[in-house]
């Protein structure tokens, strides 16, 4: 997930000094991508393959100033989420099989980014509070109660592993208009 300036943690130029030599940036798919509606599986187990792929994704998330990243959008195909909603890009948070066991019945309209969805940033509506319960990158299992951007954030991940991109909250005609404006912006980036 992207935040708009609103709701935006102070992002700085980038998290390059988290960057490693040993991780690598991954290419983000782009919507309408139809591999962005792919429905994610489980994670079988928490191994150093899975540890690897979570520090590149984190590598990618902070390098595109990102403040959540579902595996769904590069193109892992596995119900793992990492996000960093602090100010200081330093509390990377991992959740692998997550589940909503609670969200609260008080809903807020929230203006919304995607790094699936470049430029476009439109309100959707969400639980103001979840508990989720996941995994960490060591397999323990924990309960996280979250309220504010970083509620916002997780169910924003969470419908990616479902397959669902934020801008199919939607009205049709607004999406229509995402997909021309996102397809010129493509036709432009390859004349040049
Ligand atoms: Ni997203």
């Known amino acids: 997930m992207l935040a708009p300036a609103s709701m ?15 991780m690598a940036l991954l ?8 591999r962005l509606h792919t429905v994610a599986q489980p994670v079988a187990q928490v191994d150093d393959a899975l540890r690897r792929l979570v ?3 984190l590598e990618t998330m902070y390098d595109a ?15 793992l ?27 807020k309209l929230n203006e919304e980014g995607c790094l699936s969805v470049p430029g476009i940033y439109d309100g959707v509506e969400r639980s103001t509070a979840v508990k ?27 419908d990616h592993l479902k397959g669902k991109v934020f801008v199919e909250y939607l ?10 404006k996102l397809a010129k912006a493509r036709r432009e980036a390859l004349r040049t």
């Open 171 to 180: 009205s049709l005609l607004k999406r229509t208009r995402i997909q021309t």
């Open 132 to 158: 989720v319960r996941a995994q960490d990158d060591q397999g323990q299992e924990r309960v996280i109660e979250a309220d504010g951007l970083l509620a916002v954030c997780i169910q924003h991940e969470m």
């Open 81 to 107: 989420v990492v996000i960093d909603v602090s100010e200081d890009r330093d509390q990377p948070m991992t959740l692998i099989n997550p589940e909503i066991v609670w969200a609260s019945e008080s809903k």
């Open 8 to 22: 935006a943690p102070d992002l700085g130029d980038n998290g390059g000094s988290f960057a490693s030599p040993d």
């Open 65 to 79: 100033g990102g403040i959540g990243l579902a595996a769904t959008q590069v193109d892992h195909h596995l119900r």
């Open 27 to 34: 290419p983000i798919l782009v919507y309408p991508d139809p």
């Open 55 to 57: 520090a590149d994704m």
